[in-house]
């Protein structure tokens, strides 16, 4: 089973939890990406993310899809949040449930790994003097 | 052909708006449209890279584009 | 910052979250065993999990201190539950929280990995026609 | 001296009881320890493994027991 999402509203880590769980599964991973209040030694005000939001659904699914390929998984979750963020909030949860931890583990860092890589969704840094969109420039 | 190109992240910024109207030939490539569009926006070659999407999928050089396709700029993601 | 727990009630996974959350961090790796309603292909009906309770603490709190040791991680949490548990009850949560996700997903399944192997808990299955000690026997 | 041994998963089945109160010479040695425990229950013998602990930590073979120490078997363990 998969649930992708993308939304505006916080994500809700025990909510993506409860779906994960299953009496047929023994290990559940679960990151949980969160805004740091620096980068690079420079204090983060905010971040706001941008979804090409069609593309990035369709990015999100292959990504699932791929960890029931490669891994012997029984749920995946990934939940993206767009918009204003502040520091603590959190952007992405993903989570895995498999009979045996592993999977789950491998799984799970696949997904977030290859999100990073391949999900069009834009990330832009505000700080005090400024603001960068992430990646953009060499 | 006249085809529209959605932007995000910074795109919308060096394309001072959301998406950009580009004149290409019939049978245009999404090579053809990348020359286009960084003759029209010198600064996506500042860019540490970008790719370009056609129906929400990674499009490569060769694929033929038709007016009716939705496209779209991807400068490099941060997402996570 | 070390977390450790033991305890007959239930394990709460949205409190282990909220306390390795931190605003200096950008990545959490969360682990969360369950009971599985089958191991090799026999259903179970219930757990037992017994601990050497002043033993298994200091082996957790070691455990944590070695992540500290080996990654760049800043909250560590390690609870384990006792007692008799059903089919998808959480036995334990892992919870670590870094400022890059790398790390924490290191650290998380080297503590899992390593508890099963130090931590003196003993786990007792439960079937339709008897109950066996996990692991007693060759 | 005496020893008490604390006993837990399926090491108290064969104690049959939380502990076990075992004869040893002064200046006995964990190894010591492990071969008697072994005499008086032979079905130690039949596990996987087992470890001693002494005053919450594994012991090595060598290691010298003291009558007050807190002395516990560790059968194979399951955690997690």
Redesign the interface.
Known sequence: MIEIKISEKPLQTSTCIEWVMSPACGGIDVFI?TVRNATKGKQVLRLE????E???L?EMQKLAEQAFEKWDVQKVLIH?RTGVLQVGEV??IIAVAAAHRAAAFDACRYI?DT??????????EFFEDGDV?????? | MKVNV?A???AK?IFNGSSAEIDLNEEATVSDLRTALEEKYPRLK???SFML?VN???AEGNDILQQRDEI?I???????
């Open positions: 990406g993310f941008e979804a090409y069609a593309m990035a369709k993206h952007p992405v977030i999100l990073k890589e391949t999900v069009p969704i834009w990330k832009r969109w992430v990646a953009a420039h060499p | 959605l995000f992240g910074i910024e500042q860019l540490a999407a929400n999928e990674y779209a991807i400068p490099p993601v941060s997402g996570g």
